[in-house]
């Protein structure tokens, strides 16, 4: 049978929709060739592409400086195959991004996939690779954490990965906090950026002017338990990734432990104020030593052959001491410390806390050590917690880096009647004992000192010290702890040649006090305005 003929317009028909579809299919191939290859769109899971996290929440201070923030920025990824030159390539993203010329060209010169160029690009660096008009380039849209101070309060606040998540300090802390809704309100942290810069400032110059090994401070508010300030030498530069020689990310001030000496003496006495076994003006006697067993408790430099048991505080005498803690003994000791949370790990924002150290077995020798700060390691700030418990009145409370202007209702530890003895005792430390130079007119500091020989090999290593200060004001009605540490100082000639507590760290609490004090509203005394109307 003859097939029958098509007609002419039929077959027109035909063709014309066949060349509609061949043309709307090429069109459809070129828009994503183009799109690849100028514009670099293609699969993520082909990309590898990083994630667009959600902003992290601001960080400011309690008076709204910013101290931690998100800002926009891209990752810059490339696809080689689709660079007409990629050695130029590589040199002109180099220059524009700050990537490394060398690695960008051997990791060019295969062609194949996409290649991460660069993380982290501010707007301004990827305006100039726009610039460049280079195909097969994309971007990924994220956020860098950016840390306006700098160095300054680095070790509290810590630092973020390249994914935005925190990984150090109070970012990993509070980040359940932080990585809250988009837009979310900024986080109030406890710290005053004005005493931060003194706290930081006071202790570089003594580090620099005693050649320490490392040091740190703290300043709290003893009523609230808010931390306003917290430094540790050497510090870091958080906005960087890496560290530059001399640099440090170890926050000394809470992951470390210290036997601090003397200016443990605060918890001895105390202890034997609150459970009346001594009378502050009976003669304690100091002149040949005391020994325990095989140990011999000998004093810093000889005091006199009797003194009294406020002057044994004020001279800090690790006999006199010894011999006041051995009337409680270590049954009774042990408790009184657990009571003032010196040995339980500290509780806080900040992650990186160290435990308490101290001996398993905890008999008489023990007890007299521990009495004057040997045998015992605590960090910084859970001390200073402590020791804000004596001042304020005998209630403990726990530090923080929130805002939180309430005073803390915490346990009564002591009395208020031993509280003001004790700060009596502190005042009298900084008017005739080893703290003088912490003094500061008009503001009545009380304090402790503390110098400590360093262990080393089973033994003391005598001319390595921990070298501190422990100062409150104004000491009548307590309202903040100023507590700074020389780790290594070396005498001078500006402290007489000593490297001890009073030397070297009283002289420098001193001139923090009278730098924030003004800061703080903190008011000078009755008789100092009287005398200068």
């Known amino acids: 049978m003859k097939p029958r003929p098509v007609a002419p317009s039929l077959v027109r028909s035909r063709i014309a929709l066949a060349a509609i579809f061949c043309a709307t299919a090429f069109s459809i191939v070129a828009a994503r060739l183009v799109d690849v ?69 051997a990791v060019f010169a295969p062609k194949r996939g996409y290649i991460l160029v660069q993380r982290g690009l501010t707007p301004d660096r990827r305006d100039a690779v726009m610039r460049l008009g280079l195909p097969g380039l994309n971007f990924e849209d994220g956020y860098k954490r950016f840390y306006p101070s700098g160095r300054i309060v680095s070790h509290a606040v810590g630092q973020v990965d390249t994914d935005d998540h925190g990984v150090s300090g109070l970012e990993l802390g509070l980040e359940d906090r932080v990585r809250g809704p988009r837009g979310a309100a900024p986080i ?39 931390v306003l300030a917290l430094a540790s030498m050497p510090d870091y530069e958080p906005n960087m990734r890496k560290l530059e020689p001399g640099d440090s990310i170890r926050n000394r001030m809470t992951q470390d432990v210290y036997e601090l000496g003397s200016i443990f003496k605060i918890f001895a006495f105390t202890q034997a ?48 001491t010894a ?53 015992i390691s605590v960090n910084p700030l859970g001390f200073a917690a402590a020791a804000a418990a004596v001042a304020n009145g005998g209630t403990l409370i726990r530090p923080t880096f929130l805002k939180h202007d309430e005073v803390q209702n915490g346990e009564r530890v002591i009395s208020e009647e031993t509280s003001r003895t004790m700060r009596e005792l502190l005042r009298l430390v900084v008017t005739d004992g080893t703290g003088t130079k912490a003094d500061v007119l008009g503001y009545d500091v009380g304090g402790k000192t503390g110098t400590a020989e360093k262990a080393a090999n089973g033994s003391y290593a005598h001319h390595q010290l921990i070298s501190s200060f422990c100062g409150v004001f104004p000491i009548n009605d307590p309202q903040y702890l100023v507590f700074l540490m020389l780790d290594e100082p070396h005498g001078n000639r500006q402290s007489g040649g000593f490297a001890t507590g009073g030397a070297t760290a009283a002289p420098a609490v001193g001139r923090v006090i009278a730098r924030i004090a003004p800061l703080l509203g903190v008011h000078r005394n009755d008789t100092f305005a009287a005398a200068n109307p």
Not at 50 to 72: E, Q, S, T, Y
Not at 330 to 345: A, D, T
């Open 188 to 226: 109030v942290l406890s710290l005053d950026m004005r005493v931060q810069y003194v706290l930081e400032r006071e202790i570089q110059e003594a580090a620099r002017a005693f050649h320490t090994k490392a040091a740190g401070g703290i300043v709290l508010n003893v009523r609230t338990g808010e």
């Open 323 to 375: 011999q006041i803690e051995m009337r409680s003994g270590p049954i009774k000791q042990k408790p009184f410390l657990r009571k003032l949370g010196l040995l339980e790990p500290l509780k806080t924002e900040l992650p990186e806390v160290a435990s308490p150290l101290y001996p398993r077995h905890w008999e008489d020798v023990e007890a007299a050590t521990i009495a004057y700060g040997h045998g």
């Open 273 to 320: 104020v609150e459970e009346k076994t001594v009378r502050l003006d009976e003669p304690i006697s100091i002149g040949n030593g005391l020994k325990l067993g095989h140990y011999l408790i000998h004093d810093f430099e000889r005091l006199g052959s009797t003194l009294s048991a406020a002057m044994v505080f004020a001279q800090s005498s690790n006999i006199g």
């Open 37 to 105: 290859m100028v514009f670099g769109a293609g699969p993520r899971t082909a990309i590898a592409a990083a994630v667009v996290h959600p902003m992290r929440a601001d960080l400011v201070d309690r008076n709204g400086v910013l101290i931690a923030r998100d800002l926009p920025v891209s990752d810059l990824y490339a696809m080689p195959a689709a660079l007409w030159d990629t050695n130029e390539a590589a040199h002109n993203l180099a220059q524009a991004t700050g990537a490394d010329e060398a690695h960008l060209k």
